[in-house]
T-cell receptor
């Protein structure tokens, strides 16, 4: 079975630009969560989507937005990029809306210069 | 702000020994707990989940949960050099939000 997929693998952007990251969950999983991981820290929760609706939002500015599509894939958008947005962006897939195990994709490494 | 605390390490153990990784959490109402392994430059990989007090064993891994003490641990038996990685403890908050510790670096010396 295919696991969680994310694209692109790496991305380099300039301050002020906008970026879109993509994620496809494990087949049959309806929940997608996004996390940001900076070097030396654990992942930080950004969003959760379930059945195309936002079900949770972390402590991130409004420059961060996301959506989920009818096929349960998801996009994370970040506007007006700052140097501090440089991080590994992780997508996690799970079966249900609440509880249960989450499986991470390979991540997208974003570098903002 | 709910917190998850881990000793950053590095924890160094000889090959074949038992590695013991510990984690404490602040939210007494937490019900779901997870251990992830993360190799350098890679994404976290789920290795154990635990929901009830006591021990849960899976191969060389044993997770232990004590909700009264708000303490979760991971034991790795017969440690191998390939176990060298950062181990992340995660606690589920509302909905599907995972709160992670900063991770413990484990080094297994051959």
């Amino acid at each position: 079975d295919a696991g969680v997929t994310q694209s692109p693998t790496h991305l380099i952007k300039t301050r002020g630009q906008q970026v879109t990251l993509r994620c496809s969950p494990i087949s049959g999983h309806k929940s997608v969560s996004w996390y940001q991981q900076v070097l030396g820290q654990g992942p930080q929760f950004i969003f959760q989507y379930y059945e195309k609706e936002e079900r949770g939002r972390g402590n991130f500015p409004d420059r961060f937005s996301a959506r989920q599509f009818p096929n349960y894939s998801s996009e994370l958008n970040v506007n007006a990029l700052l140097l501090g947005d440089s991080a590994l962006y992780l997508c996690a897939s799970s079966l249900a809306n609440q509880g249960g195990e989450q499986y991470f994709g390979p991540g997208t490494r974003l570098t903002v210069t | 702000q709910k917190e998850v605390e881990q000793n950053s390490g590095p924890l160094s153990v000889p090959e074949g020994a038992i590695a013991s990784l510990n984690c404490t959490y602040s939210d007494r109402g937490s019900q779901s707990f997870f251990w992830y392994r993360q190799y350098s430059g890679k994404s976290p990989e789920l290795i154990m989940s635990i929901y009830s007090n006591g021990d849960k064993e899976d191969g060389r891994f044993t997770a232990q949960l004590n909700k009264a003490s708000q303490y979760v641990s991971l034991l790795i038996r017969d440690s191998q050099p390939s176990d060298s990685a950062t181990y992340l403890c995660a606690v589920m908050e509302y909905g599907n939000k995972l709160v992670f510790g900063a991770g413990t670096i484990l080094r297994v010396k051959s």
